[in-house]
């Protein structure tokens, strides 16, 4: 494959030339790989309904925010119990049906949850979006892994990273836009890109779960192995700390006295960033070593959420921002290759799907604990956040030597 990676690195064959830097950068790929990025920026472009689901409620529905509060809970445990089923699903039926289905499931969810206007409907509707509007994720990671060699796979998962980011960036002007004209033209975009992510999928990626030479294992399996699982603690942790930035950041922004819109200022910092800086240094990360980045980007992380308790205005919450996020970039393209070099092949989507639970654990207790914080004071939260960011990044480093004997065979 001309232009691509030797080990960890990518060398251009072609001296110079804008042509064998694109190659470099975004060349020796699969079709399959292509239409799977495609279909999740399409995907994220449509996805408006979770952005603004708290507004939607009080505002189109006429709850109360402690029930608004309750009903997005229940989307919570939803999600929580979503990524272990869907990393299931992705070993048992396959990796296609199990992101066609969960898209296709999503879709009818959304124009379910758009028309519902009882209660029990709602958080009807709102458990099975919780189930299944991520269960695409599993599945998904678990096709970067059988698709890409090793070497290529932080390369890979960098690029879904920056087409999710630039689809969702896109997707929060254009709903917030959109909901001034009525939300249910937010409900109906969404299930329809779902549907066309679900459709590409099926349509134009074969299915790529390897053979099962056994039935023993499951997720007993992923639990015996205890370099996992001390990830996922790890990745707990993190997710803990990043998840603040849509948790309590924005209630200690305007806690300080500012307007609604310092919040919204400051976070677009972030996706601006990402689409610029990702695309730059992908290539240059890719050829590092994936532990020692991510804990230095947790590390970044930590720092700057940790600043946050120093500033008091929009333009200094911009710049911790843009801390964090430099951080963000450096972890986003390797988390997916790690737990693939941990995964056998047989349990790949199991392996994501646990990690994936991580994340959604995180989201739930971000809000529970991030707010006791903050009711302590905001040097308190941020102090300890960014303490919990650096313990995140120690604990990456001290795994990382294991990480590292479980991928040289690879």
Known sequence: MEGVAKGWGVTSTAAGGKASLLQARVGGFPRAFWVLLGGTFVNRLGTMVEPFIGVYLTQSRGMSLAATGAVMAVLGVGSLMSQLVAGWLADHLGRRATLSGGMVATAATMIFLGYSTSLPAIIGAMAVLGLVVDAYRPA??????????????????????????????????????????????????????????????????????????????GFREVLRDRLMIVYVLITFLYTFVYLQAYTTLPLAITGRGLPTSAYGLAICVNGVLIVIV???????????????????????VGAGFALTALVSTTAGYAMTVAVWTLGEVATAGMAGAVVATLAPAHLRGRYSGLYGFAWSAGGLLAPLVGTRLLAAGQVTLWTTVGALGLLAALGQLAVAPAIRRRSAPA
């Open 140 to 217: 998904s990671q678990a096709l970067v892994a059988d698709l890409i060699p090793p070497h290529d796979r932080p390369r890979a998962f960098g690029l879904l990273f920056w087409a999710i980011n630039l689809g969702f960036a896109v997707a929060m002007i254009a709903g917030g836009w959109l909901a001034q004209g009525g939300f249910l033209w937010l409900f109906w975009i969404d299930a329809v890109t779902s549907v066309i992510f679900g459709y590409l999928v099926w349509r134009a990626v074969p299915e790529t779960r390897p053979e099962r030479t056994h039935e023993a294992g």
């Open 278 to 300: 990702q695309p730059l240094v992908g290539n240059w990360l890719a050829a590092r070593d994936p532990s020692t980045v991510m804990a230095a980007g947790m590390a970044i």
